[in-house]
């Protein structure tokens, strides 16, 4: 159960600071463990997704007024901790013109300026395919950019019914072609076959030369969710971490618990990830 000292100084810097994190919307079954590590997966441009995907317990619905005071929080909470990489995610803006690229160029900014030596991992959405959107993301330089793929091309329309499996791999292309380190993640259990999962990984390894893979297992948050269709055996879990690896990626992790943000630190190491700053900017506005 989460608790402890280091938890506890985890939870005081996010609520001190009014922010959102993926960990307690999500339901994240990692949050003991991440938060007394002093970890957090912080999200962004509120705590309300327009999109109602099967398996994710983030609430949706009409998001309120966005928040432009949350850049500079997200800087301000992370300058006074001694982490040297974050992890920041956000909800879907299908509601905003740029889908809110505008707010995660200011924040990864902001919080390279206030934090010169850590390296900021980014998870975001597809911006409903505008690369121009995200485009703006990229040139903020996260040194690492990730956009889930969650599950194999059968299963989108009832696990991401907004998304498109062919647009997310546009995006992974779109940012490996960018020069960044791109990312994604894959659910198992929630009702692919172990054929259509070895396709979907050789296909993001092939199509878009995505650097770092993630596999965990499917947990239902409520009853109102997609039914867990299967409980795959933790062997499973590392056979599925080589095939990754004979296909392509730099870095695989697979587990029962992992999670897309789960020992992304260690994920950032393997993968050889350093800040690519000579120094903070100039400039940053208050």
Not at 8 to 14: C, D, G, Q, V
Not at 21 to 33: D, F, K
Request: a negative charge; one cysteine or more; charged letters at 20%.
């Amino acid at each position: 159960m989460p608790g402890g000292d280091a938890y506890l100084r985890t939870k005081e810097t996010i609520e001190a600071n009014q922010l959102h994190t993926v960990c307690q919307e999500a339901s994240c079954p990692n949050i003991g463990e991440c938060w007394a590590r002093g970890t957090a997966t912080i999200m962004i441009l509120g705590d309300v997704c327009t999109r109602s995907c099967g398996f994710c317990n983030v609430k949706t619905g009409r998001p309120p007024m966005t928040d432009l005071d949350e850049p500079r929080r997200v800087a301000n909470a992370l300058s006074g901790t001694d982490l040297q990489h974050i992890v920041i995610t956000s909800v879907d803006r299908d509601d905003l013109p740029d889908g809110g690229a505008a707010i995660w160029a200011e924040t990864i900014e902001r919080v390279h300026h206030a934090c010169p030596g850590m390296t900021v991992e980014v998870l975001t959405g597809d911006f409903q395919g505008d690369l121009d959107a995200l485009q703006l993301v990229m040139d903020a330089k996260p040194e690492i950019l990730a956009h889930n793929v969650e599950t194999v091309p059968r299963m989108h329309p009832a696990v991401r019914p907004q998304a498109r499996y062919e647009r997310s791999l546009q995006v992974l292309t779109h940012i490996h072609e960018g020069g960044l380190v791109a990312k994604t993640s894959l659910m198992v259990g929630i009702g692919e076959r172990d054929d259509e999962l070895e396709a979907t990984i050789h296909d993001i390894a092939d199509v878009s030369s995505t650097d770092i893979l993630t596999i965990g297992q499917y947990l239902q948050p409520t009853r109102n969710h997609l039914p867990i269709h299967r409980w795959v055996p933790p062997s499973t879990f590392d056979h599925w971490k080589q095939v990754g690896l004979h296909a392509g990626f730099r870095v695989v992790e697979s587990g029962p618990l992992v999670r897309s943000s789960y020992h992304a630190d260690a994920q950032a190491r393997l993968a050889e990830v350093s800040t690519g700053l000579a120094g903070p900017p100039t400039s940053m506005p208050n």
